[in-house]
């Protein structure tokens, strides 16, 4: 049974938590961070590891955001439900969400080229043929852009137009003749070979610009909108007069914000995973992906909630009853997950189309198949048993070791998903442990994209009150049964 709460039970102005509370772990986070982050640009900048460690960056990334992406879910889901239960632990949310702007940092190296050569073999083609011209023969020659025009009118039979980056053959009276084979896009030269065909016909959606674009737009967008949801939140704490007037205009913009979500989660996942291989694709890779970012955001959620509460924070206004529906959401999510996982192998399977199959051929051999059909088992099978009984769910005892398990898990699903496009070298056990100790650089990024996540977090949690203390939902989440 619930505990009984009233409006006497809660503080006039709320409840924060004390700087002492956090000053310990924030600076130790920071400083792991400084460290990270010089050990990071040495190993970036070496010949040797920049490779390997481009794929450890990214793979860390990866896990981090979307932590915060699903706490951007789960706010704005929370407001556009109209959610009276989450009113307790909505403030975890919204700071767990706002992380998600922050880690524009983290991206940064991401935006280097000679780290998106290393990850994304498209982006090297499509700055190789900014700077190539084809003679007469057919033979492809690099030169700078700014020379490249006049190096192609010294080819005979040839002209560069700068403009779209195009080649055409001229006849002898030195007018272009109609090449119905010429691309009006910036890979002609470059695409002759049948497999670069595929390149030819996404390079509307996979050219540097509009790369560039969507990922600035990721942040900006979807930052925005988390940063109005926890602001309009945060200034009900202190407004002398507060009404409904916040909470309506919270859930009229979370209506909005929430495609916006749905849109980011989804090619933050094709633009820096799928892309890997840009021959392969899936259209289920997106939600796959997004049920990674809730199992995980509701496992740092519960974590966080523990952790304030044996600080003895929370405690009037969360019990056993939030642990419960908490549990039930990390639970189905975690059946979503292996269905839609499923569903993505099953359908590529059965259609058994060549660029589908490589996705899975690759994490299929070696010893990367014992951690593929380890997922079935160990990220489904054995946590949909354990959260059955609800008491499992109600107990901390017992939820906190599990949310930890999801965590390890996870990263084990993303690391399955971005390492293997590493090198062939890293599928072999014994090879990864003594030749290839390219684990190192995937410890070595994940502390330090980690300690960067802790630190954004803890501050975000400390520079607000623990809960939204001027809710007039306030007492019906504290009296939660269910």
Known sequence: MAHHVTSKDLPLHGEKVKSSDLALPKLISLIVFAIGAVISIILFSLDSTSDGYSYSWLFAFMFFISITL???????????????????????????????????????????????????????????????????????????????????KEAAGVEYHKDYLQIQTLDEAGVAKADHGAYSSPYKGAFKSDHKSLLYYKAWYMNLPFWLARVIGFFVLLGLGIWIQR?????????????????????????????????????????????????????????????????????VLILTLTWLRSKGYLKIVTSKEHYHIMGKLLHAFVIFWAYVSFSQFMLIWYANITEETTYFILRNTDEWWYGSISLTFLHFALPFALLLPHYVKKTVIFIVPICVYMLIMHAVDLYIAVIPERGVSLTHGKELFVSHPAYLGDIVAFITVGAFFVYVFLRNIGNTNTYPNRDPRLLESANLHN
């Open 231 to 299: 602001k309009l939140s945060t200034d009900q704490d202190t407004d002398p007069k507060p009404t409904c007037e916040r909470l309506i205009k919270t859930r009229q913009l979370s209506c909005l914000i929430m495609p916006i979500f749905a849109v980011v989660a989804t090619f933050i996942a094709l633009d820096f995973m799928m892309a890997l291989d840009y021959k392969w694709f899936s259209t289920m890779y997106g939600v796959y992906f997004f049920a990674g970012c809730a199992i995980n955001s509701m496992a």
């Open 70 to 152: 699903g706490g951007c879910f789960w706010v704005t889901l929370h407001n556009v439900t109209n959610s009276g239960w989450g009113v307790s632990v909505r403030r975890l949310m919204e700071n767990l969400g706002f992380v998600f702007p922050f880690m524009a940092v983290i991206a940064i190296p991401l935006m280097v080229p000679s780290v998106q050569n290393d990850l994304y073999e498209w982006m090297q083609h499509h700055r190789d043929v900014n700077h190539e011209y084809v003679d007469e023969n057919g033979e492809v020659h690099y030169s700078d852009r700014e020379n490249a025009k006049a190096a192609a």
